[in-house]
């Protein structure tokens, strides 16, 4: 039996790696400056597949005003991604201009933990990894091949991390761009008695407050 291989962990850095893709040859390490949104498809000319590339490209102007850059990956060859691309323009009207990794010989997927043998020996599982500016990982969520994914979800969850990043609070459930952060909990004695009594900040208790940015 193979070694289980080692995955990516979060606020670690992001393995990274050169592969050839529907903009040429690229690096991970190429994007540095930016936050990345790498995510696997299963397949070209699949519909579900379809119906995410075709919003990820609708919305690509949100994701570029958030200084980040999407790439694309399943193990198809860069000819059959060619092919998928102008079949998208021409039936539903998007551009898909950003780019799409051929990942012939896996090698990509298997650093990433993107096959799961379980799902298909064959097949990507829908990955999306949010890489920071700093190539450091920050979240990863890992989908069915069945069920396709929420660029609003990832949106969010993006914008969030952002904000953790930059101001150092927490995002509540259901949180949305102007909605109050979470204050971080205080972590002695002394700064519990101290949140408290804190009118800059809207407390329920010591452990939870929150705050408008």
């Not at 060619?82 to 021409?90: D, K, S, V």
């Not at 002695?188 to 900040?201: G, H, Q």
Request: include cysteine; charged fraction near 25%.
């Amino acid at each position: 039996m193979d070694a289980p291989r080692s995955l990516p962990r979060l606020n670690e850095p992001a393995p990274d790696f050169e592969a050839l893709s529907t903009f040429g040859p690229i690096k991970l390490s190429d994007f540095r400056g930016k936050w990345v949104i790498l995510f696997s498809h299963p397949a070209d000319f699949t519909p579900v597949c379809t119906t995410e590339l075709t919003e990820f490209a609708r919305r690509h102007e949100e994701f570029k005003k958030l200084n980040t850059q999407l790439i694309g990956l399943s193990i198809d060859s860069v000819y059959s991604h060619l092919a998928w691309i102008r079949n998208m323009e021409q039936h539903f009207g998007v551009k898909i201009d950003y780019p799409l990794i051929a990942d012939l010989d896996m090698k990509v997927a298997q650093l990433y933990g993107m096959i799961h043998p379980g799902a298909s020996s064959t097949a990507t599982v829908r990955c999306v990894f949010f890489i920071d500016d700093e190539g450091i990982l920050r979240a990863m969520i890992y989908y069915p091949l069945t069920n396709g994914r929420s660029v609003d979800e990832i949106l969010r969850v993006l914008q969030g991390l952002q904000l953790n990043k930059t101001k150092g609070v927490a995002t509540p459930e259901g949180w949305r761009p102007g909605d109050k952060v979470i204050v971080p909990a205080p972590t002695t004695l002394k700064a519990a008695e101290e949140r408290v009594k804190d009118s800059s900040v809207e407390v329920v208790d010591w452990y939870f407050a929150k705050k408008a940015l």
